[in-house]
């Protein structure tokens, strides 16, 4: 087994035993919500959700070091989220649409508390100043992103470079030959191991990006609303997962199901 591949495992078990911990920090969480907490209550617990997804990105970090192309596809995440992933994660802007929504939801719900003169202490309820820090936290992420997407171009652009070019070239040229290729492939081993560092540059700076966009939009929000916003993110992370690996499976069975009917055709005609 080959160092990536076990890297690989390795990280999917971890990925496997953090989901487990997310979901126990979105019940606790949904459990706070509903209680009549103080922010010195709610405060320990967003520290430790948050403290969960450093952890997260820590470990990620440690093993795209050794194995970065299994980071950047990872087969650990459904084929929906897959079709989904920005430089091997969710999207950093897609954080703002969140809360767009869950404050859209949850301003629907209270309204009638709204007319009657009363508010609640969730994400329907951004004051103007929050709404503005967080209006200009989107274009400065937006700006971040845009500038890590021109990069990623750049790099996968060079896979065509000269070099590679030619290399490819030569390699084949010696294989209709049918001669040795040993000094090429070590040429071209250098220059791809190259284009890796340089993906994995931007999969560390993809990730911190990610991280400070859920830290700067807590740091806008009251306790309370972090906690709605946690929730939001966890719900949607785990069904999500949870949804793209069922359909997976069912996609899987169906073609099990036509394979199987084909042999048993072919055992029949036979």
């Not at 997310?22 to 403290?51: C, F, G, T, Y």
């Not at 969140?98 to 719900?109: D, M």
């Not at 309204?111 to 100043?129: A, C, T, Y």
Request: charged share 25%.
């Amino acid at each position: 087994m080959t160092s990536s591949s076990k890297n690989g495992k390795s990280f999917h078990k971890f990925f496997e035993s953090w989901l487990v911990k997310q979901n126990q920090d979105l019940n606790e969480l949904v459990r706070v919500s509903k209680e009549n907490n103080n922010d010195m209550m709610l405060s320990p617990l967003i520290h430790s959700v948050v403290k969960h997804y450093e952890e997260y990105y820590r470990e990620k970090s440690r093993y795209a070091s050794s194995d970065v192309l299994g980071m950047l596809h990872p087969s650990w995440l459904s084929n929906l989220e897959d079709a989904f992933l920005w430089i091997g994660g969710w999207r950093p802007s897609m954080a703002f649409h969140l809360l767009y929504s869950k404050s859209g939801i949850q301003l629907e719900a209270n309204l009638h508390e709204l007319i009657r003169g009363f508010s609640k202490e969730d994400l329907g309820n951004l004051s103007g100043k929050q709404l503005g820090l967080i209006d200009e936290l989107q274009h400065k992420t937006i700006s971040e992103e845009r500038k890590l997407s021109e990069k990623l171009a750049i790099v996968q652009e060079s896979l065509a470079d000269t070099s590679m070019v030619e290399l490819s070239h030569v390699v084949s040229e010696l294989m209709r030959e049918q001669l040795v290729v040993h000094e090429e492939e070590e040429k071209i081993s250098k220059n791809i191991s190259k284009k890796e560092e340089s993906l994995l540059d931007l999969l560390k700076k993809a990730d911190d990006l990610r991280l400070s966009t859920i830290k700067e939009i807590l740091r806008i929000s009251t306790p309370i609303q972090s906690v709605h916003f946690l929730i939001a993110a966890a719900e949607l992370h785990l069904r999500i997962h949870e949804w793209g690996k069922n359909k997976d499976a069912l996609l899987s069975h169906h073609k099990w199901s036509c394979q199987t009917i084909n042999d048993e055709g072919t055992s029949v005609r036979n």
